[in-house]
């Protein structure tokens, strides 16, 4: 029983690295895409459509999120950054892929305006490279 116990175990299989480039062009594209995903969100704000004030206030929420959990140096005045950010940090890359995407959709479909696509489509712009990131190299 002790042999069984002293056998090393086989380790889980790493991932494969993801390349330097990919790190930044996804922290790069989720911190700009989220402070213009701000900036048309509060000019989406300024219509006068109940519905695209929705969309708009939305939009700003998501370019805060990203924001947040992609430059918290951006933040770091709020004390909740950081945990969130490590949070974040901690999940695998597939799944800030797949939050990114799903937060980018609603104002676009809320609101269709220009403002609206240009604002979520930088989101989803950054769930995708981050979903390029969870491919892996191929």
């Known amino acids: 029983m002790s042999s069984a116990a002293s056998q090393p175990t086989p380790e889980a299989p790493q991932p494969e690295e993801v390349p330097w ?3 930044y062009a996804g922290r790069g594209m989720g911190t700009f ?3 213009v995903a701000m900036a048309l969100g509060l000019w989406t704000c300024i219509s006068f459509s109940p519905i695209c004030i929705v969309a708009g206030i939305w939009q700003i929420l ?3 999120v990203v924001v947040v959990a992609e430059a918290p140096c951006c933040c770091m005045f709020l004390d909740f950054v950081q945990t969130f ?3 974040i940090d901690r999940r695998p890359v597939w799944h800030k892929a797949g939050f990114y995407i799903l937060i980018s959709l609603p104002a676009m479909f809320l609101c269709a305006g220009l403002s609206t696509f240009l604002g979520s489509a930088m989101l989803f712009a950054t769930g995708v490279v981050y979903g390029l990131m969870a491919l892996g190299k191929k």
């Open 21 to 23: 480039w990919l790190k």
């Open 33 to 35: 895409g989220g402070i």
């Open 62 to 64: 998501a370019g805060f």
């Open 85 to 87: 950010t490590n949070f």
